[in-house]
Nanobody, 125 residues
């Protein structure tokens, strides 16, 4: 079992920044990949970014490349998502996920086994 708790969401103006955090517990954090997904109302959950178990390899959706940065601190059992230059299209509930069966940065929902409760990101124009 893995428990994931996100934090850091909120309301920000377009062009602003937020940093999301996801604290993990329950299994050896450094042994599995982590991902950030988002889901807007009426839309499917989509990958935002993912990171390998070591942090050496990352994946980004095209829509966030150059604006978002995923990182992890295995000593703190935490994964981060730094989001810069936010725009209204980024508004969604953001979820972190743990992929216990993968060590590379996986991009598919089905590759992840545990999910956080989500944190809302609202961007005002």
């Amino acid at each position: 079992q893995v428990q994931l708790v996100e934090s850091g969401g909120g309301l920000v103006q377009a062009g602003g920044s937020l940093r999301l955090s996801c604290d993990a517990s329950g299994r050896t954090f450094s042994s599995y990949a982590m991902g950030w997904f988002r889901q807007a109302p009426g839309k499917e959950r989509q990958i935002v970014a993912a990171i390998s178990w070591s942090g050496d390899d990352t994946y980004y959706a095209d829509s966030v490349k150059g604006r978002f940065t995923i990182s992890r601190d295995n000593a703190k059992n935490t994964v981060y998502l730094q989001m810069n230059s936010l725009n209204p299209e980024d508004m969604a509930v953001y979820y972190c996920a743990a992929g216990l069966r993968v060590r590379r940065p996986a991009s598919k929902v089905y590759e992840y086994d545990y999910w956080g409760q989500g944190t809302q990101v609202t961007v005002s124009s």
